[in-house]
């Protein structure tokens, strides 16, 4: 079962999971802060709903949306002993006033901490993920995935003048993927999802643009989000996942390899 299997990274995993005809789907797209009224005969539960954007304007909201659908789908969980994993997140780590998308997330990891003795239960902490599909994100999508669009419109790159030097760790989506399978044959705990290799967004820029082979100079405007901007992630990859591409090359099997979707 999949909550979320029509977002960014829910309709990746859909597409890995649908290749091997054994797998048995149900795609979750009701409200999961509801009660889930059916029967629980599910072997694993990927809990990939979420309010997942940072700048949402209302703080009540978005701890209700997160741990209230959280702690549904755990309940429904229970109640089948499935193997429980979800999509937790970096956006508690770094050095920046966190926002009620992080603290949501940092609550729910408690939550299942205290599980963990009940039932067999994977957080996974996803850092800044990119790739085939995310477009719908809007502003909320990768700077991967925004310069792309702004460059292939033939208008320069937009970029935040202090944070030129900022790094951030980037996965590519299918290490994501990657890390939601393995996921299943590991222990109860909460991991990292990451490159473990943390990039600048100078370096970012400039790897789009050479796998889209432009040279436009970007234009540098003021962070209005100074207080509230995430600096200095890195994964820590102490458990069974290895990614399988560099941030190099993962931002050229999305540009180049998959001829940048129309998604």
């Known amino acids: 079962m999949i909550t ?7 309709r990746n995993l859909v597409k890995e999971l649908k290749k091997d ?30 309010n997942t954007d940072t700048r949402f304007p209302n703080d009540v909201e978005m701890y209700r949306n997160n741990i209230l659908g959280f702690l549904s789908v755990l309940d429904f969980a229970l109640k ?3 193997k429980l994993i979800y999509a937790s997140s970096a956006s508690q780590f770094g050095n920046y006033k966190k926002t009620a998308y992080a603290e949501s997330k940092i609550l729910i990891d408690r939550i299942a901490e205290h599980f963990f003795d009940k039932l067999p239960m994977v957080g996974l ?19 991967v995935t925004q310069w792309t669009e702004q460059l ?13 030097k900022t790094k ?9 993927i990657k890390a939601l399978r393995v996921a299943v044959e ?29 040279e436009r100079k970007p234009i540098y405007i003021h962070n209005p989000y100074k207080e509230h901007y995430q ?30 979707e129309k998604s």
């Open 4 to 10: 979320g299997a029509f977002g960014f990274i829910g």
């Open 21 to 50: 005809s054994q797998n048995s789907l149900v795609l979750w797209g009701k409200d999961v802060c509801e009660t889930i009224a059916i029967k629980n005969n599910f072997d694993v539960i990927y809990h990939l709903a979420a």
């Open 80 to 82: 089948g002993k499935s």
């Open 125 to 143: 902490r996803f850092f800044n993920v990119f790739g085939s599909g995310e477009k719908e994100k809007g502003k909320m999508s990768s700077m």
């Open 152 to 164: 292939k419109a033939e208008k320069r790159p937009r970029a935040f003048l202090e944070e030129r």
């Open 168 to 176: 951030r760790d980037h996965i590519y989506v299918k290490d994501v």
């Open 186 to 214: 590991v222990r109860s705990g909460i991991y990292d999802v990451g490159s473990g290799k943390p990039a600048t967004f100078d370096r970012v820029l400039n790897l789009v643009q050479k796998y889209l082979g432009t």
């Open 231 to 260: 600096k200095g992630t890195k994964a820590n990859l102490n458990w069974d996942f290895e990614p399988d591409y560099s941030l190099e090359e993962g931002i050229k099997d999305y540009l180049i390899h998959k001829k940048y």
